[in-house]
């Protein structure tokens, strides 16, 4: 079973800054990808940025150039440095790996529980 946890979120002011951190622990074989979601009130959740296991990244128009996902492999964590940030990136944020836990085994999907980030303006 892997488990995976989110920190860092808070209260900080338009513009200000926040590191989000997300490990993930537990039998892990080979990553696919690890990713940031966010879901405001009343909004479906959306992928905020995209990081493969080859390395690749993506972003959503929203947080491109102020957001910035990255990885620390041996210790299966990701990051999301969030600058620059707007009321409008008031959510919660999601951290989403998907893993092998054995070698060939099937991709598996696992979500941490959330981290509250609001931001004021």
């Known amino acids: 079973q892997v488990q995976v946890v989110e920190s860092g979120g808070g209260l900080v002011q338009a513009g200000g800054s926040l590191r989000l951190s997300c490990a993930a622990s537990g039998v892990i074989s080979s990553i696919y990808a690890m990713d940031w979601y966010r879901q405001a009130p009343g909004k479906q959740r959306e992928l905020v940025a995209d990081l493969t296991g080859g390395g690749s990244t993506a972003y959503a128009d929203s947080v491109e150039g102020r957001f910035t996902i990255s990885r620390v492999n041996a210790k299966n964590t990701v990051y999301l440095q969030m600058n620059s940030l707007k009321p409008e990136d008031t959510a919660v944020y999601y951290c989403?790996?998907?893993?092998?836990?054995?070698?060939?085994?099937?991709?598996?999907?696992?979500w941490g529980q959330g981290t509250q980030v609001t931001v004021s303006s």
């Open positions: 989403h790996f998907r893993v092998r836990t054995r070698l060939l085994g099937p991709w598996q999907d696992y």
